[in-house]
């Protein structure tokens, strides 16, 4: 059983940056893929970054590249999301997500999920 608890979530205006953060219970952090996902009102859920579990592969959706870094500490048990450039567009509640697999943008090969936080950016 993992469990995940994201924060960092807000409001913040357009151009400016928050950053993410979900802290995994347990002590196989270090085995898992981390994911992290957003979902709009009425939307789908969609994929935004992901990360091995030795940092060494890493992927994002198109629309976030150059403006998103996805980190990892496994000392901590922590999975970061580092979020610059914000734009409207990237409101959403904000999840992370485990995996005891390689990086896929699938939400259903996740296993576990934390609660979500909640990112709004005004224009």
């Known amino acids: 059983q993992v469990q995940l608890v994201e924060s960092g979530g807000g409001l913040v205006q357009a151009g400016g940056s928050l950053r993410l953060s979900c802290a995994a219970s347990?002590?196989?952090?270090?085995?898992?893929?981390m994911g992290w996902f957003r979902q709009a009102p009425g939307k789908e859920r969609e994929f935004v970054a992901g990360?091995?579990?030795?940092?060494?592969?890493?992927y994002y959706v198109h629309s976030v590249k150059g403006r998103f870094t996805i980190s990892r500490d496994n000392a901590k048990n922590t999975v970061y999301l580092q979020m610059n450039s914000l734009k409207p567009e990237d409101t959403a509640v904000y999840y992370c997500?485990?995996?005891?697999?390689?990086?896929?943008?699938?939400?259903?090969?996740?296993?576990?999920w934390g609660q979500g936080t909640q990112v709004t950016v005004f224009s």
């Open positions: 990360i091995s579990w030795s940092g060494l592969s890493i």
């Open positions: 347990g002590r196989t952090f270090s085995s898992y893929t």
């Open positions: 997500a485990s995996a005891m697999r390689e990086v896929s943008s699938d939400y259903e090969k996740y296993d576990y």
